[in-house]
């Protein structure tokens, strides 16, 4: 269920995006939530077993969203 719902939140994530033009082109929002929700995962798993810390696995997220929104003009 939390899989699920995880996934549901990246597609709607990408999709919005997308549909804002404010994904970076030729990214597929399909492929670019399958991407954000392999990372979110990952680090989840890292900030559990105590491999990184919370602020520091929010600094990935932050230059991942960074790579795959473009500047509106």
């Known amino acids: 269920m939390a899989f699920s719902g ?23 929002p399909d492929q670019a939530a399958t991407h954000l929700h392999a990372l979110v995962d990952g ?6 077993i105590g491999q990184l810390a919370p602020d520091a696995a929010l600094a990935v997220l ?10 509106l003009t």
């Open 6 to 28: 995880l996934r549901d939140l990246c597609l709607r994530i990408t999709r919005d995006l997308a549909q804002r033009g404010c994904l970076a082109p030729g990214l597929d």
């Open 43 to 48: 680090l989840t798993v890292h900030i559990l």
């Open 62 to 71: 932050d230059s991942h969203l960074g790579s795959i929104v473009q500047e």
